[in-house]
């Protein structure tokens, strides 16, 4: 009725103070469903989405989802099943090492690794049989590979970095290799035995069925969509093209995905599913805004992620 009365009798422009007056009465009449009107909207939200597989670190995150004008995604498992296969080894026309020996090699050297990659490369080689050595002095390198030593052999696995970082002089067919497998979308492992470039890998991990969908409700909400991976740009660029992803950035090391975030400036949300993605959410507010407008009121996404997101952990950035 207060609002009703503002609305005919205040002079024009009356909504705001209508809105203003028909609230206070609110507050004033009934404080204890207006002070638990909040919370419970936020722990209903959080509830519906921790059964979706969506995970808030704090109530206002739901809150700022509303203003989400671009949303961030993780490849490995988040965009993709996680689960990937090994489907080629090219072997170089320079080395001795047989197929098979090879993939025993890597396989050993990965046996220690929790990586998806690794994983497959591991299973590959128990699915043709072959024993494992137990490797020693495994170390790791972050958004690279890792360096093993196997039945006295010095091994390193990793990308092309790792190579340029170890001081390899990479197999330029084999990189010209690894080029046609990325752009098939599956991601190129390269092999180094006792220095010498011998052996790369393709690994493909499909898409999630529902990816394509989740993609293209978001686009449905007038929300941009980003993928931020550091798998090689080729094979990053083969999987946004399935999917329709509106920005593809490969080759981007776990600390560099939090800088990409800020580029992206206010109103960006990234999701992912891995210890590294884990990073993204603690963060200041950045520096300045995007060069793209924000949302208007009338396409703001309203019920996101129960329209879309289904999977994952998620952080409102900005």
Known sequence: MTFALWMVFAPAPALAPALVAAISVLIIACPCAMGLAVPVSIMVGTGRGAELGVLFR?????????????????????????????????????????????????????SRSEHPLAAAIVRAAKEEG????????????TGRGLSA???????????????EQAGIAPDPALLAKAQ?????????????????????????????????????????????????????QATAEAVGRQLGIDRVMGGVLPEGKLKAIRDFG????????????ALLS???????????????????PRSFWSAAIRWGSCAPCG
């Open 282 to 300: 603690p963060r200041p507010k950045p520096a300045s805004r995007s060069a793209q407008a924000p949302m208007s009121p009338s396409n703001r």
């Open 180 to 232: 046609d497998f990325a752009t098939k979308a599956a991601t190129p492992t390269h092999l180094v035995v006792d220095g010498a470039h011998v052996a790369v890998m393709a690994l493909a991990d499909p898409v999630r069925p529902e990816a394509v969908a989740t993609i293209a409700a978001l686009h449905e909400l007038g929300v941009e969509t980003a993928m931020i991976s550091g798998d090689t």
């Open 130 to 141: 072959i024993t494992l050595p137990e490797p020693s002095g495994v170390q790791t390198s």
């Open 58 to 110: 704090r109530g206002d995150a739901l809150q700022r989802l509303s203003d989400a004008r671009i949303v961030g995604f993780d490849k490995t498992g988040t965009l993709t099943q996680g689960r990937p296969a090994l489907v080629g080894i090219e072997i170089s026309a320079q080395s001795s090492v047989p197929r098979a020996e090879a993939l025993r090699l890597a396989a050993s050297a990965e």
């Open 149 to 163: 030593k196997v039945d006295g052999h010095e091994i390193l696995i990793g990308n092309p970095a790792a190579l």
């Open 266 to 277: 206010t109103g960006t949300v990234f999701v992912g599913d891995g210890i590294n993605d």
